[in-house]
């Protein structure tokens, strides 16, 4: 089995190896090696690299360069969270050093312990195979640990602070309107039925609970010599920088919101991240249903939450977008994500027209 490897750095994201090294050195027990350093492919928003030294491999995350919205790349706030929630919830990393000192490479950034492992991309790893029993035994592996991280008392994990109290799905559908507002462009939809749709529609909050907002295939590391549809085949979860106190059907919304079915047709093919087209991977109806039964939870407002999830996708997708429309970023793969935005409205205000009915 392949574990998910990196590639060389891109020449717009390097940073001063040396300075790393020197600044690390003390949280490593004086340790002088200057590591390798390799980039990691997935994800379009804070950066992820390997630090290979000769006895360990670390994991260093920063933010994208040009980027200004301190809230959507706060490193110490991704530490943090990590550092408090790993004592109640033992899928994330092992934190090893924080760095709020911008001048050692332009910004902040911290340092982890990697969790090796494979992570499902677009498709399965060269070679693997799943039956149908096998993908379902997947799909609710992966939903267990969703579960999990949302029975976890904020106060308990020492969260509380970072939530803002009742409130949370107005909030949310104020602020991810503003956000995509300031990052359109021209050749996107404007979105306002949409936006209209959800402060019509918003329900009170169902609960307040951590809760990831970004949870997908490719933040979940599988044990590679483990069946991945038996119980303990999840050994870790990525990509913290999103998460908060606040309503879990918001963060299963999210997640749904990538959860591309079989039969959608190529443009959803085309633009599918995870392998949930697969035989045997549960519809998202069905994702809903196991979730929301395991969690005690009402499903009769759901359009709401697909609704939403399809939005809040297509600002963050737009917001990537903003910066190579704009020459911050000349990373290729995100020249056609104005695409992507097109698709994820038609989606929208299909769940929308459905509603009515």
Known sequence: MTLDEPKRVRDEDAFDVEAVRDW???????????PLVRQFSGGASNLTYLLRYPDQDLILRRPPAGTKAKSAHDMGREHLIQSRLKPVFPYVPDMVAMCADESVIGS?????????GVILRRDLPSGVSLSREQAVGLCRNVLDRLADLHSVDPAAAGLAEIGRGDG??????????????????????????????????????????VIHNDYRFDNVVLDPDRPWHEPGAIQGILDWEMATVGDPL???????????????GPLANALRMQPTHLP???????????????????????????????????????????RYHHRQTRNPKFRFYWVASHWLHHRARQVIKQSRR
């Open 24 to 34: 690390l050195a003390p949280h490593l027990g004086g340790q002088t090696e200057t």
């Open 108 to 116: 902040e950034f911290y340092v982890m312990r990697r969790l090796p």
């Open 250 to 264: 918001m963060d299963l919304g999210g997640a749904l919101a990538y959860w591309i079915e079989a039969g959608e």
């Open 168 to 209: 949370y799905v107005g909030r949310q559908v104020a602020g991810w309107s503003d956000r995509f507002r300031r990052a359109r462009t021209r050749n996107v939809p404007s979105y306002e039925r949409v936006m209209a749709w959800l402060a019509a529609n918003q329900p009170a909050d169902v609960r307040s609970c």
């Open 280 to 322: 045997g991977m549960l519809t998202r109806q069905e994702v809903v249903e196991y979730y929301c039964d395991r969690m005690g939870l009402p499903t009769e407002n759901w359009p709401f939450y697909q609704v939403f999830g399809l939005f809040r996708l297509a600002v963050i997708v737009q917001q990537i977008y903003y």
